[in-house]
């Protein structure tokens, strides 16, 4: 086999290494898509498209050291850019430092990023924070784009809730989990939106879904009882 032939093969099976890698993330099977990624020749490894995969997984693994330092043999956030700068930022705020993570973000928003990735993702730091108006305005120029954006919504419902709109609360967390219904916090916001409304019955059917979906959660548990006290005392 002559040399150019031997060099397509290679980057051929490369090629679709990196496909299965690619498709093995996208169906969340990190530690599989690391493997198949590690397993690559040294010289393919060490592209910068294929250790972006590699920090994502470990993103995924919730091995926010790893993503941290494969960003940084890129160079980080400078040489990566948005890529970079969504990754460090979703790590921060997974690791509960929501002003980290908005410091990440304000340096991509600066240079005139304006993604829906980075407005959701920002959203959810000003919502970690408590500033339900701030988040407010990005989810609602996402939801322009993304009109059946069930995590959005859901969002959205929570920022009503906080900002004392019980009506549109529910609206919202409704329309969420039409979309989907796997996601507890929407049931939760639903639940204690139809408390608000004086509906105890209804608000115990969506809290205990939440209960249901994310067993041991304290926060959905006091609810249910609050909801359960609730309905007695009606």
């Known amino acids: 086999m002559s040399e150019d032939a031997e060099k397509t093969r290679r980057d051929t099976i490369a090629a679709n290494q990196m496909q299965l890698a690619q498709s093995l993330a996208d169906a969340l099977e990190f530690a599989k898509a690391i493997a198949v990624i590690d397993g690559l020749a040294a010289s393919f490894r060490g592209s910068a498209l294929v250790r972006l995969l590699r920090a994502q997984c470990l993103h995924g693994l919730r091995d926010f050291a790893g993503v941290r ?137 969506a809290l205990e879904a939440a209960c249901a979906l994310a067993p041991g959660w304290g926060e959905a548990i006091a609810a249910l009882e609050t909801a359960k006290s609730a309905r007695a005392g009606a």
């Open 69 to 205: 330092a494969e960003l940084a043999a890129l160079g980080g956030e400078e040489a990566l850019g948005a890529p970079a700068t969504l990754l460090l930022a979703a790590a921060a705020l997974a690791e509960g430092d929501a002003r980290a993570a908005l410091t990440h973000l304000g340096r991509a928003t600066a240079s005139g990023a304006a993604l829906d990735d980075f407005r959701a993702l920002r959203a959810r730091c000003h919502l970690a924070l408590d500033m339900p108006r701030e988040a407010r305005e990005d989810l609602e120029i996402v939801l322009a784009s993304e009109p059946e954006n069930a995590d959005v919504l859901g969002m959205l419902a929570d920022c009503a809730l906080r900002l004392g709109d019980a009506n549109a609360a529910l609206e919202r967390g409704m329309a969420s989990a039409a979309l989907s219904m796997s996601n507890p916090r929407v049931h939760l916001t639903i639940g204690r939106a139809f408390l608000a409304l004086g509906s105890p019955a209804e608000a115990i059917t």
